[in-house]
């Protein structure tokens, strides 16, 4: 069992910063990708940013420039550096952990942490 535990939330102006923080405990020795998804009200659930275990990661396009995704390994804690924020951005921010339980890859995830961001 993994355990994902979402942190740094809040409500900013337009303009503002914010860094997410994701703790994950448990098995989480065979992670293949973790990361930052973001679901606004109506919408669906998309990809921010996530990152391999070799360290590579990725971005939404939009995003690129604007946030920045980290993770150090000896806290196994995951950030997302969220900079020149816009009310767009408003959304439930969720952690996301892949791990490889065999047979299968199992995604886990956090329970949220809301993010508004204020014009």
């Known amino acids: 069992q993994v355990q994902l535990v979402e942190s740094g939330g809040g409500l900013v102006q337009a303009g503002g910063s914010l860094r997410l923080s994701c703790t994950a405990s448990?098995?989480?020795?065979?992670?293949?990708?973790t990361g930052w998804h973001r679901q606004a009200l109506g919408k669906q659930r998309e990809l921010v940013a996530s990152?391999?275990?070799?360290?590579?990661?990725n971005y939404a396009d939009s995003l690129k420039g604007r946030f920045t995704i980290s993770r150090d390994n000896v806290k196994n804690t995951l950030y997302l550096q969220m900079d020149r924020l816009e009310p767009e951005d408003t959304a439930v921010y969720y952690c996301?952990?892949?791990?490889?339980?065999?047979?299968?890859?199992?995604?886990?995830w956090g329970q949220g942490t809301q993010v508004t961001v204020s014009s």
């Open positions: 448990g098995n989480i020795g065979n992670f293949i990708t």
């Open positions: 990152i391999l275990g070799s360290g590579r990661t």
């Open positions: 996301q952990m892949r791990i490889f339980e065999r047979p299968a890859f199992r995604d886990y």
